[in-house]
């Protein structure tokens, strides 16, 4: 990624992938959690930051938060300050790793047995020969006909190398392996989660050892996992992996933050996940306040991120502040109306983004959206944006509307909003007049 200084640099430089620690210097903004938050020393991220430090606590979060309001980078952020502070971490990025539509939370302990091995062989750790055979056997013992070629292999390998670094080698070639068909190979993946299944104690013992290894080098900093890309996971899915695992998840001897949907903290169900794990969300950043007035300082703190990325004359008067305020304090939602437009703009031979390339591409956004709601939400929808933000008595419609990220949550004080576009939308279908009062629809 490098910095627009003209609209054909737009697409590279609004993509949606979270920025890496290369980027930071140039691209972060570091003044957004005032305008997250209402508080300027209030920051979910330093919290979880703070709890990783903790040598006392074997602490599991969950970090919530609207897909596209920033978490990967916050994360990325967190990461790069405690990597200057002598911690070893690991992001697991799931949707890279797994079938999300095909994940339980077995899943999640393989991922973690090789992300420990990266992080041990970075740390130049001398991991004792017994422990590394150990995990060498609970692979190797008891493997169907399918895997058996290629295991007794690896075993031929290992099993002639005296030294612990050929075991070590040997071992990350197979959790290479083990990752691919986990995520590919359904006959396979059935097999390694049977075989974590009916010795799950015995694998986190094996996992803590190697953390404890890790913990050791770096003069007691316990290793640090955050699996990414959770937060997408459907419904179904997410307490198919979290709810009758929790105990599980979070009885790891390191610290681990896990991703989770937004949506699901209205489920019923979601009190007892309270009880296994430390819960924060990274709120969207405000750009209207709770009486549907803009926020300004939401908006220009949105700008200035924008502006660490292009040249701000790249837009026509008011065009940013335009696509800034319809999008509702949503990055992932805005950097797609930005390359749209951007790419529009292009087409034209234009050398900056004008009001209507920004409606065009505002208008594809709104479809998209409001793809996901029927006629039967015009009402609920019109009662939020009237002023039922913060008590919402229908928690399944308000959980399923979060999901298409067509309701909006804010935090500081927790209240929610409906998407601009989808005001818009409602307001085109005199569901709302323009006070945002009844109409004869709703």
Known sequence: MKYANQISEMLNAFSPAPLKKEQMTEFYCADTMEYRTSDKY???????????????????????????????????????????????????????????????????????????????????????????????????????????????????????????????????????KLKTDLKFNEETRKEYRKK???????????????????????????????????????????????????????????????????????????????????????????????ENKPFQKGIDVIKEIVGKRAKLDLFETDVLKRMIQDTGGSLRDLFRVINTAATRAERRDSECISMEDAERALEELKTSLTRRIEGKNYKFLGNIYRGNKERIEDKEMLLKMLQASVVLEYNGKRWHNVHPLVVRFLKEQGEIDDDGKQSGGI
């Open 42 to 176: 209030d920051s979910p991220i330093e919290d979880l930051a703070d709890i990783c430090r903790n040598p006392e606590e074997y602490s599991a979060c969950l970090l919530l938060g609207h897909r596209g309001c920033g978490k990967s980078t916050e994360l990325n952020r967190m990461s790069e300050k405690l990597a200057k502070e002598g911690y070893k971490i690991r992001t697991i990025n799931c949707s890279l790793d797994l079938d999300l539509f095909n994940i339980v939370h077995l899943d999640l302990f393989i991922l973690m047995g090789e992300a420990l091995l990266e992080l041990a062989e970075e740390s130049g750790c001398e991991i004792k020969k017994q422990t590394l055979e150990r995990i060498k056997n609970f692979w190797l013992e008891g493997t169907e006909t399918m895997l058996s070629e290629e295991m007794a292999e690896f075993a031929l390998e290992t099993g002639t190398e005296l030294e612990t670094k050929g075991i070590f080698a040997g071992l990350l070639n197979l959790f290479a």
């Open 196 to 290: 974590i299944s009916v010795r799950t104690s015995e694998w986190i013992g094996l996992l803590g050892e190697i953390a404890e290894e890790i913990t050791k080098k770096t003069e007691g900093k316990r290793p640090i996992l955050i699996f990414e890309d959770l937060d997408k996971l459907n419904p179904e899915d997410a307490w198919r992996v979290f709810y009758n695992y929790a105990a599980v998840l979070a009885g790891m001897r390191f610290p681990v933050i896990y991703t989770f949907p937004i949506g699901l903290s209205y489920d019923t169900r979601f009190s007892a996940m309270e009880s296994y794990f430390v819960i924060k969300t990274l709120p969207m950043i405000k750009i209207e306040t709770i």
